[in-house]
């Protein structure tokens, strides 16, 4: 029977060495805080968009943009991630949701100015996801990534969950969605500058298993 070659040990950091990681909580950080201006500006885009004075059928149309951005999205950074300094990938996409915000926040009312405003917002939301998987396993490794990355996906959850709640209780203390897009900008831009702390990232690769004696 031939030989099949030395077996091989996945790198990267121990469950407890990324939790004593900085990194790791720069990227809980920064993807909670996308995460929350995303997932609130989905639930409430609509609603927003009829307090704007749009017909449902329009404001239907205008949210089609998203759906459609957000698959762009994924495609487009997952590809870029392979070949550019991701934390600078990340940090570009994921502030195109701020650019949306201040489009809601200027007051537009004309149907393609709504529409560009919903496809930034689709394409960083379409992005976060894949960004997440890929600075997990890149900045810590493969030995632990399953944990980690849950543990990441995990506090993203309570994140995704708590927002549409603080996001009503922001309607309901001021009657308007002026707040909720503040924040949502706000949100989108500091996560996306603390991405670009994360600086270089190590190399793990798949090393031969050492000979037992």
């Known amino acids: 029977?031939?030989?099949?070659?030395?077996?091989?040990?996945i790198t990267g950091m121990s469950f407890a060495e990324g939790l004593a990681s900085p990194r790791f909580w720069i990227c809980n950080v920064a993807l909670s805080?996308?995460?929350?201006?995303?997932?609130?500006?989905?639930?409430?885009?609509?609603?927003?968009?009829?307090d704007k004075g749009l017909s449902a059928a329009d404001a239907?149309?205008?949210?089609?943009?998203?759906?459609?951005?957000?698959?762009l999205?994924?495609?487009?950074?997952?590809?870029?991630?392979?070949?550019?300094?991701?934390p600078g990938v990340a940090a570009i996409s994921l502030?195109?949701?701020?650019?949306?915000?201040l489009i809601f926040l200027s007051g537009q009312t004309e149907l393609g100015m709504l529409s560009v405003a919903a496809a930034l917002i689709g394409l960083g939301a379409g992005a976060e996801f894949d960004i997440a998987a890929f600075l997990i396993a890149r900045y810590?490794?493969?030995?632990?990534?399953?944990?980690?990355?849950?543990?990441?996906?995990?506090?993203?959850?309570?994140?995704?969950?708590?927002a549409p709640l603080l996001f009503a209780a922001m309607l309901n203390l001021t009657s308007t969605y002026s707040a909720m897009l503040v924040y949502c900008t706000a949100a989108s831009l500091l996560g996306a500058v603390l991405l670009l702390a994360l600086g270089r990232s190590p190399l793990y690769e798949l090393q031969p298993e050492a000979a037992k004696a």
């Open 60 to 71: 239907a149309v205008v949210f089609g943009y998203f759906g459609v951005s957000l698959i």
């Open 73 to 86: 999205g994924r495609l487009v950074v997952g590809y870029l991630l392979d070949r550019l300094w991701p």
């Open 1 to 9: 029977m031939s030989d099949a070659g030395p077996r091989l040990l």
């Open 95 to 101: 502030s195109l949701p701020a650019v949306g915000c």
């Open 140 to 162: 810590f490794g493969l030995r632990e990534y399953g944990r980690l990355f849950g543990l990441h996906q995990g506090l993203i959850t309570v994140a995704s969950a708590a």
């Open 33 to 50: 805080l996308v995460v929350s201006a995303v997932v609130g500006l989905v639930t409430s885009t609509v609603p927003m968009l009829r």
